[in-house]
């Protein structure tokens, strides 16, 4: 895994540094008289490539130069002495960024989104020429508006090749009424969304060390659990702090509408970004946990140090799970992300961690 350093400024100035884990693999093709290197992102990237990739064509000039140091970064630490001409960016088959790489001075420019996308069938209607949506709702029984709420479509334009859902998934009902009690067990992944209405009540932050009080808030029983693992740790010298919990559903979905134009579609912007309803942190219940010796990143060699160890130790005796465990990947549709802790009450925490499961195991859902 390869990281890409991302700083930003908390309120009192103080600079964190988040480390995200975006790209899987790289590949070294011969041109005329260099190499053209491509840098591979797969399905099950850290929830935070997303911003990422919407750095790639962003305005903001720092963010650009930060992502064209970590490409130099790179290609210093694994490329060195090869001539480097271009660097193309890949989510799967899609290409979503070139980038000319000269020796002095390397620039960016953005490409069209590639319209040609070969993904694993995430859909389950591919669409051939001459279709229309309307005669594919006919075929699969649904209705026009129906596909385009389902696959975040804004226009009826669409094209051969196309991955379509035509079905709704299990619990993936965006017309259900708002919930307003929280349920700590609620399950939200890929196949398991929130509606848009869901807001959790009484949102607080709990009172810990955090990069920012408005951005670690949670629901007042998971603010209270998490007060108390952070007393604890602080009694046994574990230097712990929050950095990132609620986050709404309405930030999420303005993320992933960019992405899909942005990318050409949104079974490619979901490759590395979560659609709205499907991101754990507008439960109230999740919080991303770092800290001052791994320099506040979200970085998976936060589960060798003391800190990272003994989160994962202490968590579920005070209702917390460590949600994307190493090796389930392929269950939770996340990598390993030792920083990010799940609220899911007492007992649950124990049983999960005793039996060394998912949460979908033991939900029996997934
Ligand atoms: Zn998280």
């Given amino acids: 895994?390869?990281?890409?350093?991302?700083?930003?400024?908390?309120?009192?100035?103080?600079?964190?540094?988040?480390?995200?884990?975006?790209?899987?693999?790289?590949?070294?093709?011969?041109?005329?008289?260099?190499?053209?290197?491509?840098?591979?992102?797969?399905?099950?990237?850290?929830?935070?490539?997303?911003?990422?990739?919407?750095?790639?064509?962003?305005?903001?000039?720092?963010?650009?130069?930060?992502?064209?140091?970590?490409?130099?970064?790179?290609?210093?630490?694994?490329?060195?002495?090869?001539?480097?001409?271009?660097?193309?960016?890949?989510?799967?088959?899609?290409?979503?960024?070139?980038?000319?790489?000269?020796?002095?001075?390397?620039?960016?420019?953005?490409?069209?989104?590639?319209?040609?996308?070969?993904?694993?069938?995430?859909?389950?209607?591919?669409?051939?020429?001459?279709?229309?949506?309307?005669?594919?709702?006919?075929?699969?029984?649904?209705?026009?508006?129906?596909?385009?709420?389902l696959n975040n479509l804004i226009s009826d334009?669409?094209?051969?090749?196309?991955?379509?859902?035509?079905?709704?998934?299990?619990?993936?009902?965006t017309s259900r009424p708002p919930v307003t009690t929280t349920n700590n067990l609620v399950l939200v992944n890929k196949t398991h969304s929130l509606p848009a209405g869901y807001t959790p009540k009484n949102l607080t932050a709990p009172n810990v060390p955090s990069s920012n009080k408005s951005k670690t808030r949670m629901t007042p029983e998971a603010a209270e659990a998490l007060e108390a693992l952070f007393a604890k740790a602080g009694q046994e010298g574990i230097k712990l702090t929050a950095i990132s919990g609620y986050r709404s559903y309405e930030r999420q979905s303005a993320i992933f509408t960019s992405n899909t134009s942005k990318y050409g579609s949104a079974v490619a912007a979901n490759q590395f970004s979560a659609r709205p309803g499907q991101s754990e942190h507008q439960t109230g219940l999740a919080m991303d946990i770092s800290s001052p010796s791994v320099n506040y990143t979200l970085t998976q060699s936060y589960a060798?140090?003391?800190?990272?160890?003994?989160?994962?130790?202490?968590?579920?005796?005070?209702?917390?799970?460590?949600?994307?465990?190493?090796?389930?990947?392929?269950?939770?549709?996340?990598?390993?992300?030792?920083?990010?802790i799940r609220y899911v009450g007492k007992s649950a925490a124990l049983e999960i961690a005793s039996r060394n499961i998912t949460l979908e195991e033991f939900l029996g859902k997934t």
């Fill in 304 to 340: 060798q140090t003391r800190e990272g160890k003994w989160l994962k130790e202490n968590a579920p005796g005070y209702g917390f799970i460590v949600r994307y465990p190493k090796g389930r990947e392929n269950i939770t549709g996340y990598q390993f992300e030792p920083w990010h």
């Fill in 1 to 149: 895994m390869y990281s890409f350093k991302h700083s930003v400024y908390s309120r009192n100035n103080r600079k964190l540094v988040y480390q995200m884990e975006i790209f899987s693999r790289h590949e070294l093709i011969r041109t005329n008289d260099g190499y053209t290197l491509v840098l591979y992102a797969d399905k099950q990237t850290s929830e935070f490539a997303e911003d990422f990739f919407s750095m790639l064509d962003s305005k903001r000039k720092e963010l650009q130069k930060d992502s064209l140091n970590y490409i130099k970064n790179y290609i210093n630490e694994n490329c060195r002495g090869i001539k480097i001409d271009t660097v193309n960016i890949m989510l799967g088959s899609l290409l979503v960024a070139s980038i000319a790489y000269g020796p002095v001075n390397a620039y960016t420019s953005s490409v069209p989104p590639a319209r040609k996308v070969h993904l694993k069938p995430n859909a389950t209607y591919t669409v051939k020429s001459g279709d229309t949506l309307y005669r594919i709702a006919g075929k699969a029984g649904t209705t026009v508006d129906q596909l385009k709420l």
């Fill in 157 to 173: 334009t669409i094209y051969p090749g196309q991955k379509l859902r035509t079905k709704e998934q299990k619990g993936n009902n």
